[in-house]
């Protein structure tokens, strides 16, 4: 691709937010695979033409225009989206406009580099004349990913609350494949079977979403449990239980983080992942967290036009959190059980693990916020193991591995740190294979928290 190097900060306020998704194609990157499908099946069934990219293709890509500072999940989706357009040219030809699209990066105002991607891109795009007319559609944590603007307003309650409902399903997706695949009967047999159920639950989402006929969707989720079931061979004796936490991004997608569970797996684990949902209940709570304190410090001034602002928030943010943490109970009430699927943590219980100990705060935000905690919820729980899964140099992860490993004695469950970039680091398989087996040796010693 041609670039012609041109840095220009306007074409952030015009080109980066929130556009209408009315007659163009929603490009949404992959993270997590079933997540992402989940979430393009469920804007589809409200009329948007939504697609997941494919990822990872457009590697040197990302490389080629990135300088090796950026965090590792930055490049890798530098390198999707031009490597989507380049073949969208391709296929197009002349009918290729760059505006028939909207590329979906979301962001956050946290302390971290998550709030620059977007921009960043933006300048990337920006340089690449046939590309500048590429919008960027961005959500934002700062309003709770509020999809307002997006599509006409009376339907953004609806889409928002089928968007989440589709995240938790997909946690239980992803959680099922683990589940199995430590037991499958037949090599090979669980990826094919999940790779077959998560395009049912597009359908599902595509019919169903729309209507919030949650229900319906529960059904054919509860009769691709009991298919994945039969996948399990029961003289296969239970193995060490591993929690996984890190960044959302490499701890959720296979090829960053080089497949560790599988890897894991291959060792004698069965692995449990932070959930996606967990992250939306975290900005969810986070909102209203510091809608309390700002209403708390206009009470004090007696600033009561501020207070009723704050009040307002309150019971925004509030409501959307119990909706939230109300939906996924449901889902894991009826689903959990059948096959033992690990519930997750919530995250005012995880902030109160903080507080115990003092060990971090919800002010400094981040996935710490989550992760340390975590960790320590895993090793309580009665897990075997835990594994920290982020990008090289990602600060909220070095910062949970910094407060984390003084702990570890105490805690008294095996820990790895797994950073990850481009490269392969020649000592890792050594690494995971000592770590499992002090896993083993946890797991013959205290046995594994019961399903
Ligand atoms: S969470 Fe880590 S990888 Fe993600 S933007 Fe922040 S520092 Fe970078």
């Given at each position: 691709?041609?670039?012609?190097?041109?840095?220009?900060?306007?074409?952030?306020?015009?080109?980066?937010?929130?556009?209408?998704?009315?007659?163009?194609?929603?490009?949404?990157?992959?993270?997590?695979?079933?997540?992402?499908?989940?979430?393009?099946?469920?804007f589809r069934g409200f009329g948007i033409q939504a697609k997941v990219m494919d990822?990872?293709?457009?590697?040197d890509l990302g490389k080629e225009y990135t300088s090796g500072k950026e965090c590792y999940p930055c490049q890798i989706t530098t390198g999707d989206i031009l490597y989507f357009m380049k073949k969208e040219k391709e296929r197009l030809g002349e009918a290729f406009d760059p505006d028939d699209y909207i590329y979906f990066m979301p962001e956050s105002s946290g302390p971290c580099r998550f709030g620059m991607y977007n921009k960043y891109q933006r300048i990337i795009l920006d340089s690449l004349p046939d590309l500048n007319r590429?919008?960027?559609?961005?959500?934002?944590?700062?309003?709770?990913?509020?999809?307002?603007?997006?599509?006409?307003?009376?339907?953004?309650?609806?889409?928002?609350?089928s968007s989440y409902f589709s995240v938790v399903v997909a946690d239980i997706l992803d959680r099922l494949l683990w589940r199995i695949r430590p037991y499958e009967r037949e090599p090979g047999s669980t990826d094919a079977f999940i790779e077959h159920s998560m395009h049912r639950m597009e359908d599902a989402f595509e019919k169903h979403g729309p209507g919030k006929k949650f229900d319906q969707i529960l059904d054919e989720m509860e009769i691709i449990i009991k298919e994945g079931k039969d996948l399990v061979d029961p003289a296969i004796p239970k193995k060490p239980l591993i929690g996984m936490v890190g960044e959302i991004y490499v701890r959720s997608h296979v090829h960053a983080n080089q497949d560790i569970i599988r890897l894991l797996e291959r060792y004698?684990?069965?692995?449990?992942?932070?959930?996606?949902?967990?992250?939306?209940?975290?900005?969810?709570?986070?909102?209203?967290?510091?809608?309390?304190?700002?209403?708390?410090?206009?009470?004090?001034?007696?600033?009561?036009?501020?207070?009723?602002?704050?009040?307002?928030?309150?019971?925004?943010y509030g409501s959307e959190l119990y909706y939230q943490e109300f939906r996924q109970k449901k889902v894991y009430d009826r689903l959990a059980a059948q096959i033992g699927i690990v519930r997750d943590h919530k995250v005012g219980h995880l902030e109160e693990v903080l507080r115990e100990n003092d060990l971090f705060s919800f002010d400094a935000g981040t996935e710490a916020c989550l992760s340390i905690p975590g960790i320590v919820e895993y090793a309580r729980e009665g897990f075997n193991g835990v594994v920290n899964v982020y990008p090289f140099t990602c600060m909220p992860s070095t910062i949970t591995s910094s407060i984390i490993k003084p702990m570890m004695e105490q805690l008294d469950i095996p820990y790895l740190d797994t950073p990850y970039d481009a490269s392969i680091q020649p000592g890792r398989e050594a690494a995971i294979?000592?770590?499992?087996?002090?896993?083993h040796q946890h797991f013959n010693q205290h046995g594994r928290k019961a399903a």
């Open positions: 691709m041609e670039s012609k190097k041109v840095v220009s900060f306007k074409s952030l306020n015009k080109t980066v937010g929130k556009f209408s998704l009315k007659e163009r194609t929603f490009l949404i990157p992959q993270m997590n695979r079933i997540g992402g499908h989940l979430l393009a099946a469920t990822t990872y293709k457009g590697l590429l919008k960027i559609g961005s959500l934002t944590t700062d309003d709770g990913y509020s999809l307002s603007g997006l599509i006409d307003s009376e339907r953004v309650s609806d889409l928002r609350r004698g684990g069965e692995v449990v992942n932070a959930s996606i949902a967990e992250w939306m209940n975290y900005t969810s709570y986070d909102r209203l967290r510091d809608a309390k304190i700002a209403f708390r410090l206009s009470m004090k001034q007696l600033r009561f036009g501020l207070m009723k602002e704050h009040l307002k928030k309150i019971f925004g294979r000592t770590f499992m087996y002090q896993a």
